[in-house]
């Protein structure tokens, strides 16, 4: 699976951003999609999961409220939508994916395919 990110960059605090994630190469409807978000001098942390959305979307707590992940099955796409983003956000974030459900799947090293990134920051 290739995973190709966008749609990150410099906000204020308060503000919103939209982060997208083009896939190809595995049938979009089997795959668990994930964001992490990795700050500077930290570890890779979970942001977010969805699969084909017949299971509930999941978030980190600290997101909860504020972020929001879909998919447009039709574009091979899966978003996160960032609202009232503050400095601790801050971070290179991620997409991943797996194949099958996302239960359980908060751990980076249960991701199988990764992409390179796009930078968020907050001022």
């Known amino acids: 699976v290739q995973l190709v990110e966008s749609g990150g960059g410099s906000v204020q605090t308060g503000g919103s951003l939209r982060l997208s994630c083009q896939t190809s190469?595995?049938?979009?409807?089997?795959?668990?999609l994930g964001w992490f978000r990795q700050a500077s001098g930290k570890e890779r942390e979970w942001v977010s999961a969805?699969?084909?959305?017949?299971?509930?979307?999941l978030y980190a707590d600290d997101v909860k409220g504020r972020f929001t992940i879909s998919r447009d099955n039709a574009k091979n796409t899966v978003y996160l939508q960032m609202n009232s983003l503050a400095p601790e956000d801050t971070a290179m974030y991620y997409c991943?994916?797996?194949?099958?459900?996302?239960?359980?799947?908060?751990?980076?090293?249960?991701?199988?395919?990764w992409g390179r990134g796009t930078q968020v920051t907050v001022s």
């Open positions: 190469g595995y049938t979009f409807d089997n795959l668990c």
């Open positions: 969805m699969n084909n959305g017949r299971e509930s979307k």
């Open positions: 991943a994916s797996v194949w099958g459900g996302c239960a359980g799947q908060r751990r980076a090293e249960n991701y199988d395919s």
